[in-house]
């Protein structure tokens, strides 16, 4: 029980006659990224918004890190941060400032330390000073994901956390989620890109009907369907490798 | 109480003290308009007015200061709409603070703001010639009554601010408030309007703030006025608190 940090029951949630969420089930393991798939519309976000305490179900349960949504939310924002569809940062305050106001208000006895090392760490030292309404959507993307690691919560839900970025970009937000998993934080992701989720996630669940109608591993996944034909295709670089490979930057860089 | 109460709320004020200060022209905006005004009045219609004083801008200015603080709220509602729209509201929500502070910071802020451009103002209407007999507690007083005028006019700020659908449609609503004081005795004595007008502009919230604010300012005995423009503020205040409440509940 110890090692599973969200865990959800028959989940419900209607907007008016809109039925959103009809019976949602799953389990999250700790330390783990797990990706939500779905189309616009699907209730990815409803999903984040539950499990995050901005909303209320209508039916079932749900637990994370062993609270009950219902029951302890104030426990529940003590150890989650939550990074929405849109940047939420504040683009009159400096890149530093955003930081030190979310340190402070998560109580942080040193919000000057903890915004300092988070910048160097997510090469965000050079642009520290500058209001953030000069920062690219890049930068604003990674600097919304640095102010969701202040005071390191033990989850991180990321409600598509690339829709918007250029590839480069896209590249970069990846290597940050995956160097949260590595040091042990449980990851929430949902997206629409399908590469996003094969590339990164260690489970997969595809919500669609309101219903998690499969989930697993990549493997487990792909074992559902008939095995593959082989072919032999001429490789064609896609044309994200062109656009990666002409501007020079392929892998993707921290330096901006 | 959450004990971050207190913690948080400075936080949350220091934001939109930022905020203010990084966008200067927000004060000027709002000081402008009803400075523009008080020209107008004072060296233009002022000579043809008879307010029955000898200093017409002893007379104009109480209507000139509700003027400014009903212009002035509008930033409130912008700034709400700005986080609403951003999603920095849900980020908090997300996370472990005392969540009214969210919106007294926003309160808060406008009744620092709002100080400011009373203050700049007073200091214009002294320049043209504005004089007051008052000691400290009558402009004690006049504050006070100014800070729950500010207060409920935010409160109803703070409705559009959480619902509203465009910019526009969440700075527009302080137009019809703007206007207010200018059907009443802000500008001009009440006897001379027909009397359906009269009816109106002498039983509206403004006159009687104005009336009290004058009489304070001028040493004059303040009779009954002080007491039905604390009620005005206080009810106003009220209703818009339970509405901005009930609107912030449904947006989180």
Redesign the interface.
């Known amino acids: 029980m110890t090692d599973i940090a969200i865990q959800v029951k028959g989940l419900q949630k209607s907007y008016k006659n809109l039925h959103v969420l009809k019976e949602v089930d799953f389990e999250v393991e700790k330390g783990s990224i797990f990706a939500l798939l779905g189309s616009n519309g699907a209730g990815k976000t409803t999903i984040v918004?539950i499990l995050?305490?901005?909303l209320e179900p209508d039916g079932g349960t749900a637990a994370v890190n062993g609270f009950d949504i219902l029951l302890k939310p104030?426990h529940i924002?003590?150890s989650?941060?939550?990074t929405?569809?849109?940047?939420?940062?504040?683009?009159?305050?400096t890149g530093r400032?955003n930081l030190i106001?979310?340190a402070?208000?998560?109580?942080l006895d040193n919000p000057y330390q903890v915004s300092d090392g988070l910048l160097k760490r997510f090469g965000l030292n050079d642009a520290a000073d500058r209001?953030v309404s000069t920062y690219s959507g890049g930068m604003r993307r990674r600097l919304d994901i640095t102010?969701s690691l202040v005071g390191k919560p033990q989850v991180i839900?990321l409600d598509e956390p690339t829709t918007g970025l250029d590839p480069k970009a896209r590249i970069e937000v990846w290597k940050v989620i995956k160097e949260l998993a590595d040091r042990g934080t449980t990851v929430f992701l949902t997206t629409q890109y399908l590469e996003e989720a094969e590339h990164l996630a260690d489970r997969i669940a595809i919500l669609h009907e309101g219903r998690i109608i499969a989930n697993g591993t990549l493997e487990e996944l792909k074992k559902l369907f008939p095995p593959a034909k082989v072919e032999y295709v001429e490789k064609q670089p896609s044309l994200e490798e062109i656009f990666l490979a002409i501007i020079g930057k392929k892998g993707g860089s921290n330096n901006e | 109480m959450n004990k971050?109460f207190f913690?948080?709320m400075g936080?949350m004020l220091?934001?939109s003290m930022?905020?203010i200060l990084?966008?200067m022209d927000t004060i000027i905006t709002v000081t402008v308009m009803p400075i523009a005004f008080m020209l107008l009045f004072v060296y233009v219609f002022g000579g043809a007015i008879q307010a029955g004083t000898d200093n017409y801008i002893n007379y104009l200015l109480p209507g000139i200061l509700l003027i400014a603080i009903a212009s002035g709220i509008s930033y409130t509602a912008f700034r709400l709409f700005t986080d609403v729209q951003?999603?920095?509201l849900?980020?908090?929500?997300?996370?472990?603070?005392a969540r009214s502070t969210i919106l007294w910071g926003h309160v808060l802020t406008s009744l620092v703001s709002n100080a400011i451009s009373v203050a700049i103002i007073i200091l214009v209407a002294l320049v043209m010639g504005f004089r007051s007999s008052a000691g400290i507690l009558p402009w004690l007083a006049v504050a006070g009554i100014l800070a729950l005028f500010t207060l409920a006019l935010t409160w109803i700020a703070v409705i559009p601010g959480l619902t509203a659908k465009s910019v526009d449609g969440a700075s527009a609503f302080s137009y019809p408030l703007i206007f207010l004081p200018l059907i009443s005795s802000a500008f001009v004595p009440t006897e001379s309007m027909p009397l359906i007008v009269r009816t109106f502009a002498e039983n509206q919230p403004v006159t009687s703030i104005v009336e009290a604010i004058r009489a304070l300012l001028s040493n004059q005995p303040v009779g009954n006025d002080i007491w039905v423009a604390l009620a005005w503020c206080v009810g106003i205040m009220l209703v818009a608190y339970i509405f901005a409440m009930r609107a912030y509940k449904k947006r989180?």
């Open positions: 918004k995050s305490t901005l104030d924002r003590q989650i941060s939550l929405g569809q849109f940047a939420a940062v504040d683009e009159i305050l400032e106001m979310i402070r208000l998560r109580h209001r102010m839900f | 971050h913690g948080d936080v220091g934001r930022r905020h990084r966008s951003r999603g920095i849900e980020r908090f929500h997300s996370m472990p603070i989180v």
